[in-house]
């Protein structure tokens, strides 16, 4: 069964810089992709960043484009969300999630991702 886990996050001052990473097990697709999302309070999850473990393609939502990078290390099945410029807007639970069977990142929605990370906690403090 895939299974993702989500580490790395915790109090930073607005400004900072924080990495998150995912470890990523389980998977029987040679094809698939892994996206961050996070959901702030009283906010809807959004769809922040997502890359191809194939081919190594990206994909980022305008709010971050810029400040966050997302990359992959397959070697450790570890994928990672560099942020950068961090504001306090940013704090939110982050999540990792995955769509299997595809070579290529899905718009950024909840429904194209068939599994997710129970979440990690990133404040951002002024």
């Known amino acids: 069964e895939v299974q993702l886990a989500e580490s790395g996050g915790g109090l930073v001052q607005a400004g900072g810089s924080l990495r998150l990473s995912c470890a990523a097990s389980g998977f029987t697709y040679a094809d698939n992709v892994i996206a961050w999302f996070r959901q702030a309070p009283g906010k809807e999850r959004e769809g922040l960043s997502c890359?191809?473990?194939?081919?190594?393609?990206?994909k980022y939502t305008d709010s971050v484009k810029g400040r966050f990078t997302i990359s992959s290390d397959n070697t450790k099945n570890t994928i990672y969300l560099q942020m950068k410029g961090l504001k306090p807007e940013d704090t939110a639970i982050y999540y990792c999630a995955t769509s299997v069977g595809i070579s290529r990142c899905p718009h950024l929605d909840i429904p194209n991702m068939n599994y997710w990370g129970k979440g990690i906690l990133v404040t951002v403090s002024s």
């Open positions: 890359i191809s473990r194939t081919d190594g393609s990206t």
